[in-house]
């Protein structure tokens, strides 16, 4: 088994577990979590011990999305985010190309990235009370990690957009409720609910299971593949922009950020 600084992976019986793990910082995502990841996930992949995989946060949150000393360590200098739109594609490519069942547990926020890694998942369990949402906007930045691409094929465009377009966080049951999520259930049921799902598919053909995920992921590779490219540049674009520089600085400041009202000025 691999062993990680931000990761935790655990196996039992063909389960395989990877869990965010931050929990001082909500499992925030940082340059070291996001290379650990990709690694994880090639890991993961080969790994012939396990034929299904869970992903879930360590303590009280999923995933609160990027860590605010990273966001401001490359608000500082721009061209560190191409490594990291290096990596972001990684990650998102290896979770559409695993075959495994990919199972969210997703315990409590998942927010930004964070949400998108918990959408690349094939089947989402959501603890009650639990917030999902894609803000990006609200940093400045153009929501092209897999946003773009992920929410519309479960919501559909016209919802996404709303989403997307203003970063507005929703519960967990009103994420069940529009087919964001798969189930929205009570935090004292989470565990006993993901652990009934696994066993399921365990007892399953798993040669069947997994071909019919590569299948299912097929349009959702296509559509990933359209739009990856140009959210990552868009996103690149935007993270040198002097509204992304503020709304950083708007959250060490504790306030609102005054964001540039000149359209097609980004600098």
Known sequence: MRTYSTLALTRRDRVLTITLNRPDVLNA???EMHD???DALNFIASDEQSDIVV???AGRAF???ADIEHLAHVAAAPERFDHE???AKRVVFAMLDLDKPLIC?????AIGLGATLALLCDVIYAADGAKIGDPHVCMGLVAGDGGAALWAQRIGLGRAKEFLLTGEPMSASKAEQIGLVNHCVAPSQLDDAVVGFCNRLQHGSMN????TKVLLNLELKRVAHAVMDAGIGYESVTARSAD??????AIQEKRRPVFCRDVGKVW
């Open 105 to 109: 547990k997703m315990n409590g926020p």
């Open 36 to 38: 650990e990841l990709a």
């Open 29 to 31: 995502i940082n340059l």
């Open 208 to 211: 069947a299971i997994r071909w």
């Open 244 to 249: 992304h520089r503020e709304a950083v600085k």
């Open 63 to 65: 995933c609160v999305g």
């Open 85 to 87: 739109a290096r990596i």
């Open 55 to 57: 992903l879930t946060g």
